[in-house]
């Protein structure tokens, strides 16, 4: 779909001729598509270039119609672009935020959000939350979340960038004012996402220019990621109705189980706490991410650790450490994820290759 749209529809979706016409339509499609998929109306679904953008949108689009409100609640286990752009606007003094806290699980104190909800409603411009965690996959109860924000008149922001695709989200019937969403993470292309916007709830452009997506983010679309965006949605939606979800859900579980079983000393991070089927995180004490990325990496199998990589040392993850896992178990814990796609087959080819791996590091280790 993204080649033709490259190849024969390149036209501009804002010309009044009949080729802009037919890209406008095109995008009209996708919009309907991704609506579908997350239960909302087409008019309430903003394109970006991504999850980044679609959070940086609802954060400081939120702040700006709100200048009154001068508090946001989060937490220390949100994606770096939930992260990074709230420590930037505290750098600058814009804003404070009160950063909820987390069990060793990754489940959040519901008890102090509603402290904080309690004590500060009226100076608090917007909770934002991730739904399912990138790192452990840990899902947070949003419609509880939700309806304590709305129970005290507070907006309500859910980064469901993991979310969406992998499980069923009708966001119609929750309590949320605003969603972030991105295509690369159910198969779509990279550099698109949206943002959703319950109907009635503003939020002040970051892009000014043109009237693009009804004067919410200016800029001609990015035509062929969106129409990619859309198809990924349509293929994603349809997934969701099959059985198959029942199929992949058992084969994360075991993969965990049979290197727990010939590594006892591996831990399962956010492992005692409701997780999403695909993502897995497992520490491997006293040994070094890097190591075992690169060594995996060299037999085909690719994982990550949580943290980019800085100056050649990996830092352990701040999400783990936000959840209080001890810093020997941070610096050895990586990500697996698991698709739609993936087989029996994928998981017998990898778990020899990962206890091998680990097996073999944990002999390189000093006593
Ligand atoms: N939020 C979460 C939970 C993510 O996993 C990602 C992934 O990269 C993002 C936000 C950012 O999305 P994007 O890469 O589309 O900017």
């Known amino acids: 779909a993204m080649a033709t749209m490259l190849r024969d529809d390149w036209a501009n979706p804002s010309s009044v001729h ?60 949100e994606h770096s672009a939930v992260r990074g752009t709230l420590d930037r606007l505290v750098e600058r003094g814009e804003i404070k935020v009160h950063w909820i806290g987390a069990d060793l699980a990754g489940r959040l ?38 309806a304590a924000c709305h129970a005290r008149g507070v907006r309500f922001h859910v980064d469901a960038v993991q979310c969406v695709g992998k499980r069923p989200v009708t966001v119609r019937d929750l309590p949320i004012d605003l969603m972030s969403i991105s295509a690369h993470k159910l198969h779509g292309p990279k550099g698109v996402g949206a943002l959703y916007l319950r109907r009635g709830v503003r939020v002040e452009p970051l892009i000014t220019g043109g009237p693009q997506e009804r004067e919410r983010r200016g800029g001609t679309e990015n035509a062929p990621g969106i129409v990619g965006f859309g198809v990924a949605a349509t293929e994603a939606k349809a997934w969701l109705a099959t059985s198959d979800v029942d199929r992949v859900g058992p084969l994360r579980d075991e993969f965990e189980r049979r290197i727990v079983e010939a590594l006892p000393d591996t831990s399962v991070n956010g492992g005692d706490a409701e997780r999403l089927w695909n993502t897995t995180n497992l520490g491997f004490p006293r040994l070094e991410a890097e190591a075992i990325l690169l060594s995996l990496s060299e037999r085909g199998v690719s994982a990550s650790a949580g943290a980019a990589c800085s100056s050649g040392s990996l830092d352990p993850s701040p999400v783990l450490l936000a959840m209080g896992i001890d810093p020997r178990v941070a610096h050895g814990s990586i990500r697996f994820s698991l698709s739609r796609e993936t087989t029996h087959a994928d998981i017998d080819g990898a778990v020899p290759l990962v206890i091998d791996v680990v097996s073999r590091l944990k002999a390189l280790r000093p006593p």
């Open 18 to 77: 009949r080729a802009g016409q037919n890209v406008r339509h095109r995008i009209d499609l996708a919009r309907e598509a991704v609506g579908d998929l997350v239960g909302c109306r087409d008019r309430e679904l903003v394109f970006t270039s991504g999850g980044t953008e679609a959070i940086n949108l609802a954060i400081r689009g939120s702040l700006t119609v709100a200048p009154e409100r001068r508090l946001v609640v989060s937490s220390r286990l």
């Open 109 to 146: 104190d519901l008890d102090e959000l509603d402290d904080v909800l309690d004590a500060h409603a009226e100076e608090i411009a917007l909770v934002t939350l991730l739904w399912a965690n990138n790192e452990t996959g840990v899902v947070q109860p949003i419609e509880r979340i939700g």
